[in-house]
């Protein structure tokens, strides 16, 4: 399966004996084959741009978008399945004032290392929001 010039998928038709498949028959597999490759093309790029989104550059953390919509469903699970949900919120203190002294690249290298430790604590189910 070929999409935009790029291998994204294999498909082998077997059948019992060698002239199963006519040439109008092969024909037909192949437009299958091409819709079926250009439509899973788009519905990866459609789920990538969703992710890119979704999730900040830099520390590849959820954004406030994601929150939203992320929050209200654990809500909604932690309601139906009576449980407690927790929310933890952090700040970095003095961030700015690392940010004034030391440089951006400085700050963004400060807010990397911070989402990594987060993203290392987190269970699988948990959402490292910036």
């Given amino acids: 399966m070929l999409a ?35 439509t ?5 790029l459609l789920a990538t741009t969703r992710e890119r989104a979704l999730r900040d550059v830099l520390t590849s953390a959820y954004n406030r978008a994601f929150l939203s919509e992320f929050l209200t469903k654990q809500i909604n699970q932690a309601e139906r399945r009576q449980v407690p949900l927790a929310l933890l919120l952090l700040d970095l203190d003095h961030f700015k004032k690392l940010n004034d002294t030391y440089g951006h690249i400085a700050g963004d290298r400060a807010l990397v290392a911070f989402a990594n430790c987060l993203h290392q604590q987190v269970r699988s189910g948990d959402a490292v929001v910036a």
């Fill in 4 to 38: 935009a010039g790029d291998v994204i998928g294999l498909v082998n038709l077997q059948a019992p004996r060698d002239e199963a498949f006519d040439a109008e028959a092969i024909e037909v597999a192949q437009g299958y084959v091409r819709f079926a490759s250009t």
């Fill in 40 to 44: 899973l093309a788009s519905l990866r």
